[in-house]
């Protein structure tokens, strides 16, 4: 990822996920290639996490965890002011001694900002080289109504919009240094999607069928010619597969 700060967001921490089933997440993941992190005891309820290096998914059996993309903030009440001014309003704010401090929102087109005071498990040892069966990891692709309104409030918290209208879905890429999100009209992505590329896709679809896993979501319009795979995770998380762009 490109050397840009997020320093007024903090750093990432997981997109977190909603995971009825916590045990089929893991297993699903596991046959990716991905590696679960010891977790602390922030959370009261069951959660799990896996990383593949370079993105950490934080499986949650708890209701109130839609898909979130989760950052920490040290000292989380000191810097509460300046979040009020850049935010339309929070979702929630957990805050005192007696709990653990957390904040919310939802960017322009609905998805939600989850903001903590320290982490919540250990920092995996699992190198970043060490990729998953699904590849390279890039991004966090949302689906954006108003693009444009929605790179202005990722580039207020220190992110950098950078258009990409040549890719294989034209989308804004919003950069920092600890994660990229980018923003994809809602008629190509219909949720939070983890997006990866390969090197060499038929290689890719014969190793995840070899370990039992298959295709199973919607290709959007302008990739269903290309090489491009869509996978759904047990809890619903969409994970899109593509061969690298010639550069």
């Given at each position: 990822?490109?050397?840009?700060?997020?320093?007024?967001?903090?750093?990432?921490?997981?997109?977190?996920?909603?995971?009825?089933?916590?045990?089929?997440?893991?297993?699903?993941?596991?046959?990716?290639?991905?590696?679960?992190?010891?977790?602390?005891?922030?959370?009261?309820?069951?959660?799990?996490?896996?990383?593949?290096?370079?993105?950490?998914?934080?499986?949650?059996?708890?209701?109130?965890?839609?898909?979130?993309?989760?950052?920490?903030?040290?000292?989380?009440?000191?810097?509460?002011?300046?979040?009020?001014?850049?935010?339309?309003?929070?979702?929630?704010?957990?805050?005192?001694?007696?709990?653990?401090?957390?904040?919310?929102?939802?960017?322009?087109?609905?998805?939600?900002?989850?903001?903590?005071?320290?982490?919540?498990?250990?920092?995996?040892?699992?190198?970043?080289?060490?990729?998953?069966?699904?590849?390279?990891?890039?991004?966090?692709?949302l689906p954006t109504a108003s693009q444009d309104t929605a790179k202005a409030h990722w580039e207020q918290f220190g992110f950098v919009g950078i258009d990409e209208p040549d890719s294989m879905l034209p989308h804004i890429s919003c950069t920092s240094d600890t994660i990229d999100i980018g923003l994809y009209e809602p008629a190509h992505l219909q949720?939070?999607?983890?997006?990866?590329?390969?090197?060499?896709?038929?290689?890719?679809?014969?190793?995840?069928?070899?370990?039992?896993?298959?295709?199973?979501?919607?290709?959007?319009?302008?990739?269903?010619?290309?090489?491009?795979?869509?996978?759904?995770?047990?809890?619903?998380?969409?994970?899109?597969?593509?061969?690298?762009?010639?550069?």
């Amino acid at each position: 990822m490109q050397e840009y700060s997020d320093r007024l967001l903090g750093r990432f921490l997981e997109l977190s996920i909603l995971a009825p089933d916590i045990q089929a997440s893991l297993n699903f993941y596991g046959k990716l290639g991905f590696s679960e992190a010891a977790v602390g005891e922030a959370w009261t309820h069951p959660y799990a996490v896996l990383t593949d290096g370079r993105i950490c998914l934080g499986l949650h059996q708890q209701s109130d965890f839609a898909p979130s993309t989760t950052f920490v903030m040290p000292d989380l009440l000191q810097h509460l002011d300046g979040f009020a001014q850049l935010v339309h309003r929070f979702e929630f704010r957990r805050l005192g001694n007696d709990v653990f401090n957390e904040i919310g929102w939802l960017d322009p087109s609905g998805h939600l900002i989850r903001l903590v005071e320290a982490r919540t498990f250990s920092p995996s040892k699992r190198k970043a080289a060490d990729e998953s069966l699904c590849g390279y990891f890039r991004e966090i692709g949302l689906p954006t109504a108003s693009q444009d309104t929605a790179k202005a409030h990722w580039e207020q918290f220190g992110f950098v919009g950078i258009d990409e209208p040549d890719s294989m879905l034209p989308h804004i890429s919003c950069t920092s240094d600890t994660i990229d999100i980018g923003l994809y009209e809602p008629a190509h992505l219909q949720g939070p999607t983890l997006i990866f590329e390969v090197g060499d896709f038929d290689e890719t679809l014969a190793r995840l069928d070899a370990n039992g896993i298959k295709p199973d979501g919607r290709l959007p319009g302008p990739l269903r010619r290309m090489s491009a795979a869509v996978l759904t995770a047990p809890e619903g998380t969409s994970i899109l597969i593509a061969a690298e762009q010639p550069i």
